[in-house]
């Protein structure tokens, strides 16, 4: 297409001569027939010998390269760009004869169900859901319209799903919560009967796995993303528009507010609540509540000023460690003196 049908498309200001372009590229890496987009001062030498066609970028950027589609966001607009060029998965129209759908399920219109699929009793799909092969659709479950599971996603009986959300291949939704407790020199299990709510338009990635509640429900609010290996324990309550990162993991009756993040493999406690707006660092052990805005990292979670302190501190604690040792000697031996002079002021 060309630059001027994209900038009309996105309401962009193309500065520079029109010309075709092929596809969207890195920085680094995109042919002098793609669009590369520029939107982190850090890459500024990344933009300088880029070849790109042209670059989305922000208007005070545009005079360093040859042609520009100039946006008050140029991450957001790439993102709407990348949307022309999405490759679709799949093709197959209608319910394949080598699926299983129970004849007590409801499909709704222009659904696609692939081979080896599974509708179980009782169960709804609402219009226009696709289920890839070995999606697994249990008794009683509700999916909403658009909805999308990618091959071997499992929702089991009851689980209760709004519209347009997306399950990633191995995702599991619904899973027993992890519940046992010891008697008479065994383990009993704790049997998990409440159910899983997914609110609109969430995205669950692929090996991820959000637990059947032991009573009542495991909630997740609408427009919240969940990325890969992320573990959602029994009873969580995440709120919406959420960024969940890979390997996240959040115990049992955890409550969380709305637009929070949460970077790679945090680790949060069981029974905490989560205020609004918090964004919590990679690698965090978060054991206490956090008010919402506040943003942070570290085991104990700790604000991000402390946080960066104590990050620049580390390297620097064996020296620290040794000039205190030094510092105790020099003090004991100090002491010893001034003792000494205070016994021979008695004799005197």
Known sequence: MLLSELAVAFNLTLAGEDCEFVGLNTLDAAAENEVSFFANPRYRDS???????????????????????????????????????????????????????????????????????????????????????????????LLGPGCVLYPNAVVLAGVEIGEKCILRSGAVIGTDGFGFVRVDGHMQTIPQIGVVRLADRVDIGANS??????????????????????????????????????????????????????????????????????????????????????????????????????LALMPRLPELQRRMLHLEKELAELKKVLCNADANKEQK
């Not at 010998?49 to 991450?75: G, M, N, Q, T």
């Not at 909630?219 to 959602?232: E, P, R, T, Y």
């Not at 949460?262 to 956090?290: E, R, S, Y």
Request: proline share 6%; charged share 20%; aromatic share 6%.
């Open 209 to 310: 796995c959000v637990d059947r509640s032991t009573l009542g429900a495991t909630s997740i609010g609408k427009d919240s993303k969940l990325d890969n290996l992320v573990q959602i324990g029994h009873n969580v309550s995440l709120g919406e528009q959420c960024l969940i990162i890979s390997q996240v993991g959040i115990a049992g009756s955890t409550k969380v507010g709305d637009r929070v993040t949460m970077a790679g493999q945090a680790g949060l406690a069981g029974h905490l609540k989560i205020g609004d707006d918090v964004t919590i660092g990679p690698q965090t052990g978060v054991t206490k509540d956090i008010p919402s805005g506040m943003k942070g990292g570290g085991t104990p979670f700790m604000e991000s000023g402390t946080f960066m302190r104590s």
């Open 47 to 141: 933009l300088a010998r880029s070849r790109a066609c042209a670059v989305i970028l922000a208007a005070e950027y545009a005079p360093e390269v040859k042609r520009a589609l100039i946006s008050p966001s140029p991450y957001r607009d790439f993102a709407r760009a990348a949307s022309l060029f999405v490759r679709k998965d799949g093709d197959f129209t209608g319910i394949s004869p080598l699926a299983f759908v129970d004849p007590q399920a409801r499909v709704g219109s222009g659904c696609a169900i692939y081979p080896h699929a599974y509708v179980g009793a009782r169960a709804s799909l609402g219009p226009g859901c696709v289920l890839f092969p070995g999606a697994y659709v249990g008794e009683d479950c």
